[in-house]
């Protein structure tokens, strides 16, 4: 019986610890500083980031790079932007993209 008693313990010690191991790796802590000052042109017109619902979004400072809200961006060119709660995929519809892009000529 202390045998099985052990052994259970140790298996639920074993899944925990593989549970902590693996999401240690998926999410990594960063310090980023918000950017309100930055400004964007696009186009040759002033663009500022916006929710769906309209409210501002700040912009991203990390490791000296500038991080835009794509889905802001994107949407607001007209291309669609979807998101897989799920799978924790974020889906752009390539062939408006490469429309886009074809059109400036970027």
Known sequence: MK??????????VLMSVSVVA???????KVQATLASDL???VDGSVWSPKDVDGS???P???NGRNYVPARAFL???GITVGYEKDTKTVQIDYQQLQA??????F
């Open 22 to 28: 693996f999401g240690a790796v998926t999410i990594l």
């Open 100 to 105: 886009l892009i074809n059109l400036h000529q």
């Open 56 to 58: 501002a979004l700040t």
């Open 60 to 62: 991203l400072l990390y």
């Open 3 to 12: 045998i099985k008693r052990f052994l259970m313990i140790l298996i639920a």
């Open 39 to 41: 400004k964007f042109l």
């Open 75 to 77: 949407e607001d060119k």
